[in-house]
T-cell receptor, first 115, second 113 residues
Framework: DAGVTQSPTHLIKTRGQQVTLRCSPK?????VSWYQQALGQGPQFIFQ?????ERQRGNFPDRFSGHQFPNYSSELNVNALLLGDSALYLC????WGGGFWDEQFFGPGTRLTVL | DAKTTQPNSMESNEEEPVHLPCNHS???????IHWYRQLPSQGPEYVIH???SNVNNRMASLAIAEDRKSSTLILHRATLRDAAVYYC??????????????FGGGTRLMVKP
């Protein structure tokens, strides 16, 4: 089992550009969540996808959008990049039927640098 | 959401026990206490969770105060591989809450050989 995989590992963009990050969940999982982790801080929840729909959203602007595909993989899109969007973007997967207490499995993240 | 308070950092010697504290004085009766840790250059990983009773698993033990206003994650014999940031998180069994995790700053554990 490969666990949660994310691509790319690192990415450098300039202000105003758009970026797409990708995530494949752990085998057997159907729910994907995205988190943003600024340097030296804990991860912050962006949104969660289940059955190809956004189910919950954190306090992030509409520039952050996502998508989930029928195979449960997911994309995170960020438009009009700002310097403050520089962070580690983490994807976490879980099984919707596992309940709120079910552990989430995180990928290694994508390091985004905005210049 | 109820908040948690953890020390910014702690230091331990290898092969000695480590007690990582977490204060959550505004915890509600239905909040579960979860611990995750984040090793360097990795995503967070689940460690343990509990509601009222102390819990043990292969990674650690969780001791919960009788009034549930605080808890302690116990690593029985710290190894160099346990050096990580440890996050104490409260989770509410509300259907609308989904699986969202609310991370604080966590405790950075340093293990000395």
């Amino acid at each position: 089992d490969a666990g949660v995989t994310q691509s790319p590992t690192h990415l450098i963009k300039t202000r105003g550009q758009q970026v797409t990050l990708r995530c494949s969940p752990k085998s057997g999982h159907d729910t994907v969540s995205w988190y943003q982790q600024a340097l030296g801080q804990g991860p912050q929840f962006i949104f969660q996808y289940y059955e190809e729909e956004e189910r919950q959203r954190g306090n992030f602007p509409d520039r952050f959008s996502g998508h989930q595909f029928p195979n449960y993989s997911s994309e995170l899109n960020v438009n009009a990049l700002l310097l403050g969007d520089s962070a580690l973007y983490l994807c976490a997967s879980s099984w919707w039927g596992g309940g709120f207490w079910d552990e989430q499995f995180f990928g290694p993240g994508t390091r985004l640098t905005v210049l | 959401d109820a908040k948690t308070t953890q020390p910014n950092s702690m230091e331990s010697n290898e092969e000695e026990p480590v007690h990582l504290p977490c204060n959550h004085s505004t915890i509600s009766g239905t909040d579960y206490i979860h611990w995750y840790r984040q090793l360097p250059s990795q995503g967070p990983e689940y460690v343990i969770h509990g509601l009222t009773s102390n819990v043990n698993n292969r990674m650690a033990s969780l001791a919960i105060a009788e009034d549930r206003k605080s808890s302690t994650l116990i690593l029985h014999r710290a190894t160099l591989r346990d050096a990580a940031v440890y996050y104490c998180i409260l989770r509410c069994p509300d259907n609308n809450a989904g699986n969202m995790l609310t991370f604080g700053g966590g405790t950075r554990l340093m293990v000395k050989p």
